[in-house]
């Protein structure tokens, strides 16, 4: 299970790297994924299910925040899931912090089921 975990953490980790994220959540991603945030944004839910709620997701995030750099390390595998860190450095164009520009990190814990992520879960602090 280690193996395939890492085979996919290996290919979303190079696809974020070269800014392919949608790509990513395309090809690796299960029709069925469960996507889980630490907080929810203002009128989003915690909890997202399916491929395409989670892409109108990830495009809500990118149309509200400027990203001038971004960072990816890992894929770090145990057994059947793998984490990988992001690191933003974004400003965002809505809500409290609204053109305050700042550094977030977060790390992502991706569980794998017959080569696909099946679950996404997010682990950031907003203090």
């Not at 070269?18 to 630490?38: F, M, R, W």
Request: hydrophobic share 40%; charged share 30%; proline share 5%.
């Amino acid at each position: 299970m280690m193996n395939q975990a890492m085979e996919v953490g290996r290919k979303l980790v190079a696809l974020c790297k070269a800014g392919k994220n949608a790509e990513a959540q395309e090809t690796l991603y299960s029709p069925d994924i469960v996507s889980v945030e630490a907080i929810g944004a203002p009128g989003q839910n915690r909890r997202t299910e399916g491929k395409r709620a989670i892409r109108a997701k990830s495009d809500w995030w990118m149309s509200n925040h400027e990203i001038h750099r971004a960072e990816v390390a890992g894929p770090w595998p145990h057994d059947d899931r793998f984490i990988v860190r992001f690191t933003y450095d974004i400003t965002p164009k809505t809500g409290p912090m609204a053109g305050k520009r700042f550094t977030m990190e977060e790390a992502g814990l991706y569980t794998v089921k017959d080569g696909l992520v099946v679950m996404e879960e997010f682990f950031y602090s907003m203090e």
